[in-house]
């Protein structure tokens, strides 16, 4: 957990993705059309991965984790809670306040 939320803090927007997930893609992808400088932590391909996953797994209480977001090193959620925020206009000003995007 605790190397979870030491990565989670380092960057203004953190996802924890499976590179061969569509929802991890869709994520990623809404990410870098509204230009956010994010940084991703593809579990599958990095040594610790499982120890991550299970660790992500305990903080959302959902399996799979996967795709998981923190914005200025706060928990914000997986797909749901991202699209939710973005589809009532709430995901861009959260940007801006942790220096993500600059519009």
């Not at 997930?21 to 391909?45: A, S, Y």
């Not at 996953?53 to 799979?64: C, D, M, S």
């Not at 984790?65 to 589809?87: A, R």
Request: aromatic share 4%; proline share 5%; glycine share 8%.
């Amino acid at each position: 957990m605790e190397r979870v939320l030491k990565l989670a803090s380092q960057r203004a927007v953190v996802i924890f993705s499976v590179s061969s997930c569509c929802m991890c893609h869709t994520i990623k992808t809404l990410f870098c059309d509204l230009g956010v400088n994010q940084v991703i932590h593809e579990l599958d391909q990095d040594p610790k991965g499982k120890e991550m996953e299970k660790a992500l797994v305990r903080l959302l209480g959902r399996n799979p984790p996967v795709p998981v977001v923190f914005i200025g090193g706060h928990l914000v959620g997986s797909t749901d809670k991202v699209m939710s925020l973005h589809l009532s206009g709430n995901l861009i000003p959260l940007l801006r306040e942790a220096g993500a995007i600059w519009l």
